[in-house]
């Protein structure tokens, strides 16, 4: 079974300067954290002169501390932080870098991480100064205060957040793991735009495909699993759900000649609401029916039989058509009616003109054969 999702998300586009960690591949970082894996994760001025740098030089070794621990690699005693196990892990560290940046951020749940994608912005203005609002420049010789117009605001408080996040896969071709160190209190908005969004959920995982300003599909674990999706999605049709082999249960009347002929059904669900992550788009899903009860399957069944005729109803072929409708009909105890019962319901439906009287083959006596009939057949 497969359920799919559909929703426009609001991509704000803003200008800010940020402190981020772009994870990058620093052999001579992983090295000196190899080291320490063999001194009980601890390091020491000693051990990174004696190991690493090859010489006695205790303000180098003591630089290469500092560097360790504004990665967050080493704590105050020089023991090996959860952050360096994790690099060294990796062979991955976060290197920091500081710049002005267009990001793509959105308050949607689908995206804990806020932020979507991030790009260096290559410009002479110097967005310090937007924050201040004026800048100074030489005119005719004289330095004079200029105001800068622009629309500078607030960082809002539902972005302040991304600070916290470890891991920011981004959206883009290099889907850059990243985080954000810290973001300044003023940022620029620059536009809002609608992004395409897909959550496609089966048993084994569910994919979040994007498409418009960015084209992208993931696994997203984090998402709720298909039957927690399902109880929502059916509400109170959800009792009359049968997971052994994915169908609904339904009374006969309640279904049409087609859907009792394919055993199927087309249920709309407008506007499902998720727990937690919002309304999506109304959605159209065909699902297997079958009989809510013993006494449902048996109307159901007899209603396929007498449809069933077609041709004279030779025992054999008549035979035939009562195997393949109950097998239709595992797992219930259904009466299917005799050939007569069902040639009393017909004459009946033909007195009251329901039916053509082109069906007299039906109720003719099992006695009136054609010409050259075998008595086996």
Same mark, same amino acid.
């Given at each position: 079974?497969?359920?799919?999702?559909?929703?426009?998300?609001?991509?704000?586009?803003?200008?800010?300067?940020?402190?981020?960690?772009?994870?990058?591949?620093?052999?001579?970082?992983?090295?000196?954290?190899?080291?320490?894996?063999?001194?009980?994760?601890?390091?020491?001025?000693?051990?990174?002169?004696?190991?690493?740098?090859?010489?006695?030089?205790?303000?180098?070794?003591?630089?290469?501390?500092?560097?360790?621990?504004?990665?967050?690699?080493?704590?105050?005693?020089?023991?090996?932080?959860?952050?360096?196990?994790?690099?060294?892990?990796?062979?991955?560290?976060?290197?920091?870098?500081?710049?002005?940046?267009?990001?793509?951020?959105?308050?949607?749940?689908? $995206?804990?991480?806020? @932020? *979507?994608?991030? +790009?260096?912005?290559?410009?002479?203005?110097?967005? %310090?100064? &937007?924050? !201040?609002?004026?800048?100074?420049?030489?005119?005719?010789?004289?330095?004079?205060?200029?105001?800068?117009?622009?629309?500078?605001?607030?960082?809002?408080?539902?972005?302040?957040?991304?600070?916290? $996040?470890?891991?920011? @896969? *981004?959206?883009? +071709?290099?889907?850059?793991?990243?985080?954000?160190? %810290?973001? &300044?209190? !003023?940022?620029?908005?620059?536009?809002?735009?609608?992004?395409?969004?897909?959550?496609?959920?089966?048993?084994?995982?569910?994919?979040?495909?994007?498409?418009?300003?960015?084209?992208?599909?993931?696994?997203?674990?984090?998402?709720?699993?298909?039957?927690?999706?399902?109880?929502?999605?059916?509400?109170?049709?959800?009792?009359?759900?049968?997971?052994?082999?994915?169908?609904?249960?339904?009374?006969?009347?309640?279904?049409?000649?087609?859907?009792?002929?394919?055993?199927?059904?087309?249920?709309?669900?407008?506007?499902?609401?998720?727990?937690?992550?919002?309304?999506?788009?109304?959605?159209?899903?065909?699902?297997?029916?079958?009989?809510?009860?013993?006494?449902?399957?048996?109307?159901?069944?007899?209603?396929?039989?007498?449809?069933?005729?077609?041709?004279?109803?030779?025992?054999?072929?008549?035979?035939?058509?009562?195997?393949?409708?109950?097998?239709?009909?595992?797992?219930?105890?259904?009466?299917?009616?005799?050939?007569?019962?069902?040639?009393?319901?017909?004459?009946?439906?033909?007195?009251?003109?329901?039916?053509?009287?082109?069906?007299?083959?039906?109720?003719?006596?099992?006695?009136?054969?054609?010409?050259?009939?075998?008595?086996?057949?």
């Amino acid at each position: 079974m497969e359920i799919i999702l559909k929703r426009k998300v609001i991509v704000k586009k803003y200008k800010a300067l940020l402190d981020i960690g772009i994870k990058e591949r620093r052999s001579d970082i992983i090295a000196l954290l190899l080291i320490a894996k063999s001194h009980n994760d601890q390091l020491s001025i000693p051990i990174i002169c004696n190991e690493f740098i090859f010489r006695d030089n205790e303000t180098i070794a003591k630089r290469i501390i500092q560097r360790c621990q504004d990665l967050a690699l080493l704590d105050k005693n020089l023991k090996i932080t959860e952050e360096g196990l994790i690099a060294r892990d990796d062979e991955m560290i976060y290197y920091p870098f500081t710049g002005k940046y267009y990001l793509w951020v959105t308050e949607d749940p689908i $995206f804990p991480q806020r @932020i *979507l994608n991030i +790009e260096m912005v290559n410009e002479k203005i110097n967005l %310090k100064q &937007e924050i !201040k609002g004026y800048k100074w420049e030489y005119v005719n010789g004289e330095r004079i205060k200029m105001e800068i117009e622009n629309n500078i605001i607030s960082v809002p408080e539902w972005l302040k957040h991304v600070e916290s $996040f470890k891991n920011i @896969i *981004l959206f883009n +071709e290099d889907k850059k793991d990243i985080r954000i160190q %810290k973001i &300044e209190e !003023k940022i620029e908005p620059i536009s809002i735009e609608e992004l395409e969004t897909q959550i496609k959920i089966s048993d084994k995982l569910t994919l979040l495909k994007l498409s418009g300003i960015f084209n992208d599909e993931r696994e997203i674990p984090f998402f709720p699993n298909i039957r927690t999706i399902w109880e929502q999605i059916l509400k109170d049709k959800y009792q009359m759900w049968d997971w052994s082999d994915e169908s609904m249960r339904l009374r006969y009347n309640d279904v049409s000649s087609e859907e009792k002929k394919k055993f199927t059904k087309t249920f709309n669900f407008s506007d499902p609401i998720i727990e937690k992550y919002g309304k999506f788009e109304s959605i159209d899903i065909s699902l297997k029916i079958k009989p809510e009860s013993d006494e449902e399957a048996t109307l159901w069944a007899n209603w396929l039989l007498e449809n069933q005729f077609q041709e004279f109803m030779f025992p054999l072929i008549f035979k035939r058509y009562k195997n393949q409708i109950s097998s239709k009909f595992h797992g219930f105890n259904i009466a299917l009616k005799s050939v007569k019962e069902i040639s009393e319901a017909i004459m009946s439906k033909m007195f009251m003109k329901e039916i053509p009287n082109d069906f007299w083959f039906i109720i003719a006596p099992l006695d009136v054969f054609p010409i050259n009939f075998r008595g086996d057949e």
